[in-house]
C-alpha cells in the first residue's frame, strides 16, 4: 500500500514538470514568434498608388548628409562668438565637429563645382540617433533620439525671424533671433521628395513640413494636396488588408469612410480654387 502511493505521487510530480516543461516551450514560442513578427516581417505594404505634385521641382538634386551619432544640443551651442567655430553647420563641441563642418563645405564645394554653380541643389544634413555622456545610445532618451537638422540651398527657405508661437532655442546656441522649426524624422521624406519632384514614398507616414521650403504659396498648396492623396491612398490599401484578414465580427471599424475622404478633398480644392491657399494647407496638416 505505502509503496503503491509513492508511486503515485512520483507519477503526479513527473506530470506536473512534464507540463511546466510544455508551458515552458510554449511561453518560448510565443515570444519567438512575436519577435520574429516585429524584426523579420517588412512593414512595407505593396499595391499603393503613387502620387506626385504636377508643380515644377525647386530643386535638381538633394545632397544628403547623415553623421554617425551627433546630439542636436551639442551641436547648435556656439563657442565663443554669435558664429561659433564652425560657421557652415553652426556648431562647435567638439574637434571633431569642427573636422565634419569643415569636410561639408569642401563637399559643397564640389558639388557646385561639378555642376557649374547652377544654384540647383539642395543640401540637407542631420544624423542617424543622439547620444547620452557615456556615448550609448537606443533606450530612447532625448538626448538619444533628437538630431540635428540643417537644410539649405535650391528650394530652401531662408531663416525665418523668431516668432511668439514657436518653440524658443536655448541662449547658448546664440539663435534666439530665429525661428526653431523641430520636425519628427518620418517627415523627411516627403520634404526630400517634394525638393527634386518626385513621388511621396508609398509608405511614407510623414507630413511634409512646408516651412522649410521656398515655394510659393499655391505650389504649396498642390504639393500638400499630393501628400494627402498619398496618405489617403494608403489608408485605403490598409484599411482594405485589415478587412480582408480580420474577421467581420471584430468591433473595431476605421473611422473614416469614403464619404469623408471625398468632403475632404472636395474642401480642399475648393479652398485651392479659391486662392485661399494657406486656409487649404492649414485643413491638410491638421
Ligand atoms: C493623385 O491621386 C488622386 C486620387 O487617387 C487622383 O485624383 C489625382 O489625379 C492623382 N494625381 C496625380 C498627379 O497623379
Ligand atoms: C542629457 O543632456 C543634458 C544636457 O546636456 C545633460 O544635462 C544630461 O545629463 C544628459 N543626460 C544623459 C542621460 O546623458
Ligand atoms: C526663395 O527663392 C528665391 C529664388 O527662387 C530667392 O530669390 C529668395 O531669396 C528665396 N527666399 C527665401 C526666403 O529663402
Ligand atoms: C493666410 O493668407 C492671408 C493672405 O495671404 C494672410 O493675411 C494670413 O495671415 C494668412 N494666414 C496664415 C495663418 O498664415
Not at 551627433?70 to 561659433?84: K, P, S, W
Not at 571633431?96 to 544654384?119: P, S
Not at 546664440?174 to 526653431?180: A, E, K, N, Q, Y
Not at 467581420?248 to 476605421?254: G, I, N, P
Request: a neutral charge; hydrophobic letters at 40%.
Amino acid at each position: 500500500m505505502n509503496y503503491f502511493s509513492h508511486e503515485f505521487t512520483t507519477k503526479i510530480i513527473n506530470l506536473k514538470m512534464a507540463f511546466a516543461f510544455l508551458c515552458g516551450i510554449l511561453v518560448h514560442m510565443i515570444c519567438f514568434v512575436s519577435v520574429s513578427d516585429i524584426y523579420f516581417r517588412s512593414t512595407v505594404v505593396h499595391g499603393i498608388m503613387t502620387n506626385s505634385s504636377s508643380i515644377e521641382a525647386p530643386a535638381r538634386r538633394v545632397v544628403f548628409i547623415v553623421c554617425d551619432g551627433l546630439r542636436a544640443d551639442n551641436f547648435f551651442e556656439a563657442i565663443g562668438t554669435r558664429e561659433g567655430n564652425t560657421p557652415y553647420l553652426r556648431s562647435g563641441f567638439s574637434d571633431n565637429l569642427q573636422i565634419v563642418d569643415r569636410n561639408v563645405k569642401i563637399l559643397e564645394d564640389k558639388i557646385e563645382k561639378l555642376y557649374n554653380y547652377d544654384k540647383k541643389t539642395c543640401y540637407i544634413f542631420t544624423a542617424d540617433h543622439g547620444m547620452t555622456h557615456s556615448g550609448s545610445h537606443g533606450t530612447g532618451h532625448p538626448n538619444e533620439t533628437k538630431v540635428p537638422l540643417v537644410a539649405w540651398g535650391a528650394g530652401i527657405h531662408g531663416p525665418r525671424s523668431a516668432n511668439q508661437n514657436e518653440l524658443s532655442s536655448p541662449t547658448s546656441w546664440g539663435l534666439s533671433h530665429i525661428g526653431r522649426y523641430d520636425i519628427n524624422s518620418i517627415d523627411l521624406a516627403p520634404l526630400l521628395a517634394s525638393l527634386i519632384g518626385i513621388p511621396f514614398p508609398a509608405n511614407s507616414m510623414g507630413i511634409l513640413p512646408h516651412v522649410y521650403l521656398n515655394v510659393t504659396e499655391d505650389q504649396l498648396s498642390e504639393i500638400m494636396l499630393a501628400n494627402t492623396h498619398q496618405m489617403l491612398a494608403q489608408y485605403r490599401r490598409k484599411k482594405e488588408i485589415f478587412e480582408r484578414e480580420i474577421p467581420s465580427f471584430v468591433l473595431w471599424k476605421f473611422p473614416f469612410n469614403h464619404k469623408e475622404e471625398t468632403r475632404l478633398i472636395k474642401m480642399i480644392h475648393s479652398y485651392i480654387q479659391f486662392g485661399k491657399f494657406n486656409k487649404s494647407v492649414s485643413i491638410i496638416v491638421c
